[in-house]
C-alpha cells in the first residue's frame, strides 16, 4: 500500500490561504490519480478535489474557484493550495488514491492528516 504523509495545516484567518501537500512513498506516483478530502467535526468525510496522472483536476463545488490541486511527480508530492479560506473550511485534512475509479470511495489507506482551522 501506499504510505501518504500529509503536512502544511495550521491556524490562518478568514482570507488567508494555505498550501498543503501530501508526500507518497511510491516510484509510481505519477500514474495515481489523488485526491484531497477533509472531515470536520461531527460530520462525514468529503472529497474536494482530484487529479488524474495526466493532471486533469475536478473539484467538489464547495472548493470551486479557491482551491486548487497540483502535483510533483518527480518529487511524489502531491499540494493543495487553498485561498480564500473560511471558518468553515476548519477540518482535518486527508490525501489520498483514488479507489475503484471513484472519488467518492472511501476505502484505501489514509495517512495521519493536517488540522486546518481558519478564525473568523
Known amino acids: 500500500q501506499v504510505q501518504l504523509v500529509e503536512s502544511g495545516g495550521g491556524l490562518v484567518q478568514a482570507g488567508g490561504s494555505l498550501r498543503l501537500s501530501c508526500v507518497a512513498s511510491?516510484?509510481?506516483?505519477?500514474?495515481?490519480?489523488m485526491g484531497w478530502y477533509r472531515q470536520a467535526p461531527g460530520k462525514e468525510r468529503e472529497f474536494l478535489a482530484g487529479?488524474?496522472?495526466?493532471?486533469?483536476?475536478v473539484y467538489a463545488d464547495s472548493v470551486k474557484g479557491r482551491f486548487t490541486i497540483s502535483r510533483d511527480n518527480a518529487k511524489n508530492t502531491l499540494f493543495l493550495q487553498m485561498d480564500k479560506l473560511r471558518p468553515e473550511d476548519t477540518a482535518v485534512y486527508y490525501c489520498?488514491?483514488?479507489?475503484?475509479?471513484?472519488?467518492?470511495?472511501?476505502?484505501?489507506?489514509w495517512g495521519q492528516g493536517t488540522q486546518v482551522t481558519v478564525s473568523s
Open positions: 489520498k488514491t483514488r479507489i475503484g475509479g471513484r472519488w467518492d470511495n472511501m476505502g484505501g489507506s
Open positions: 511510491t516510484s509510481d506516483f505519477r500514474l495515481y490519480a
Open positions: 487529479i488524474m496522472s495526466d493532471s486533469s483536476t
